[in-house]
């Protein structure tokens, strides 16, 4: 089946600091979403993305949708210690019919 | 968007025996979706819940173990049943938002312990 690989696995960043992660796809994706997570919460959607090379924007965070269509991005700008928690990629594939792929995950650490 | 709740939050069960998980939507969805989440780990889904037609369940997962019903458009159960251990984890239910643009929600998810 479609795999999502998600990068890195984990992060410990200081207070201010800008973050990136992504994710990669040996297949096509027609959507790509990031979520994050508290602990003991379900995960909260925090950007979509539809179209190849589509840059979307949520406050802090800046997400791209890549132009080969198998990897998107997600940049974190002047981390605060609330951005703590996990991030998930997801996509929507070409044959993957409604369900989603998901990423492994980042864990992020915002160190004050 | 669209707001789901999820019962229990959490419950510590004892092995072999079998709980039921509600999830409730604030608006009437052709979909659901139930998940589970292992220590640690990324989300996998359990199956597809369809209002009036069986659900459709991923692979590694059968509906003697993992029975569901969707009842309505805003209303689906998930079992586990006969548990182990190897069952605690997170369980989570999603839809898909109404507003026609692919986003897909999440309820705040139930922790399940098994002992």
């Known amino acids: 089946g479609q795999q999502l690989n998600q990068s890195p696995q984990s992060m410990f960043i200081q207070e201010g600091e800008d973050v990136s992660m992504n994710c990669t796809s040996s297949?096509?994706?027609?959507?790509w979403l990031w979520y994050k997570q508290d602990p003991g919460e379900g995960p909260v959607l925090l950007i979509a993305?539809?179209?190849?090379?589509e840059l979307t924007s949520n406050g802090r965070l800046t997400a791209q949708f890549g132009i080969t269509r198998k990897d998107s991005f997600l940049n974190i700008s002047a981390s605060i210690p609330s951005d703590v928690g996990i991030y998930f990629c997801a996509g929507l594939g070409e044959t993957s019919g409604s369900r989603l792929t998901f990423g492994e995950g980042t864990q992020l650490t915002v160190n004050p | 968007s669209a707001v789901i709740s999820q019962k229990p939050s959490r419950d510590i069960c004892q092995r072999g025996t079998s709980l039921t998980i509600q999830c409730q939507v604030d608006?009437?969805?052709?979909?659901m979706f139930w998940y589970r989440q292992q220590p640690g780990q990324s989300l996998t889904l359990i199956a597809t819940a369809n209002q009036g037609s069986e659900a459709t369940y991923e692979s590694g997962f059968v509906i003697d173990k993992f029975p569901i019903s969707r009842p309505n458009l805003t209303f689906s159960t998930l079992t586990v049943s006969n548990m182990s251990p190897e069952d605690s984890s997170i369980y989570l239910c999603?839809?898909?938002?109404?507003?026609?643009?692919?986003?897909?929600?999440f309820g705040p998810g139930t922790r399940l312990t098994v002992l």
């Open positions: 993305l539809y179209k190849a090379g």
């Open positions: 297949s096509i994706f027609n959507t």
């Open positions: 608006s009437q969805v052709t979909m």
């Open positions: 999603s839809v898909w938002g109404t507003s026609g643009a692919n986003e897909q929600f």
